[in-house]
């Protein structure tokens, strides 16, 4: 019986141990790192991208889904989500033909020109939420065609056995592995992201990464603010981003509760996160119902390779199963939190290579 592989695997050893590695994909001046070739129990594959809290929502394990219950990773690709984004970013892609490819056809999808958006700004624009999910996504999966056109870049590509992504990343992900083509991949995380700025908007809301303390204490913290705001107001934990490092969601009262007190429980600092609301909180339930019809229409595949799930922090391989995951994760994370253990990615994986823009990430993990 498989072990659930929380993701909270972006731990400090996690987030520092690749940092040469993600480096050849954001500066192409630098050599790539000499990785042995290695190879899992799964095929390989070298096609290029067509590409504490409590636990509320428990994916029962059908048959259909039972692929990946004995996979035994060695080398995983990191897709970041949203806030990673930075100006300049992409730039790269211009100077490979299947990355350029990749911005065209996101182009025709979103109806401008998103690489000129991304090196361009300006930043505000960048931020938005609406723009700045198809602009990782895309960035992301062109990052992989520079590091592909590179020497050594298809065989390190090719000994990816299993992927992961924070988040928007997990669409990502799916889309490395296969699940669905880069195009469909693209019109979901569009979708995505209108519909949780749409469930933003509706509320004022925000999350915060509250960074030097562990989950009893940082779920100590939010009780403590939550005794000063309304209800509408509370906060909860979120997200775990590595080991110190907890995103707290809810409204703006809330979360400005929980920066006034930080200091008093100890924590390090706290850092606003660069997205529209209280993402991954009971306030995008609005966004799930668009998430869920949309995903419904979208034909996934089997992945090729295990796909971390940010909801219950398993690889799953019913396309059903996956449908439905991508769906609650933009509400729910907390099934995966409380798996930050032994039982982790960085102690199952020898190599763990970050794709994409980190922006942020790499600072405070």
Known sequence: MRSPLPFSTLSSHFCTMASSSACCLLS???????????????????????????????????????????????????????????????????????????????????????????????????????????????????AVEVLRARDGGQDIISSVDVTCGLSLGEYTALAFAGAFSFEDGLKLVKLRGEAMQDAADAANSAMVSVI??????????????????????????????????????????????????????????????????AFHTSFMEPAVSRLEAALAATDIRTPRIPVISNVDALPHSDPDTIKKILARQASDFSSSMGIDGEDSLEQRVAEKLRIGTWQGYSRYC
């Open 212 to 277: 030097g303390l562990d989950s009893v204490k940082v779920q100590l913290l939010c009780d403590a603010a939550n005794e000063e705001v309304d209800e509408k107001d509370k906060v909860q934990i979120a997200n775990f981003l590595c080991p110190g490092n907890y995103a707290v969601s809810g409204g703006v009262k809330g979360v400005e509760a929980v920066e006034a007190k930080a200091k008093s429980f100890k924590a390090r600092m706290t850092v606003r996160l660069a997205v529209a609301g």
């Open 28 to 142: 192409p001046s630098l050599p790539l790192p000499k990785l042995p070739r290695r190879r899992g129990p799964h095929r390989q594959w070298g096609s290029r991208v067509s590409m504490s809290a409590s636990v509320r929502f428990q994916q029962p394990v059908a048959a259909a889904d039972s692929l990946f219950n004995d996979y035994s990773p060695s080398r995983a690709f990191l897709f970041p989500g949203q806030g990673a984004q930075t100006l300049g970013m992409g730039k790269e892609a211009q100077g490979v033909q299947a990355a350029a490819e990749l911005f065209e056809k996101a182009n025709n999808i979103l109806g401008f020109n998103l690489l000129d958006v991304c090196t361009n700004g300006p930043k505000e624009k960048l931020d938005s939420t609406v723009i700045s999910q198809p602009a990782i996504y895309v960035t992301s999966l062109a």
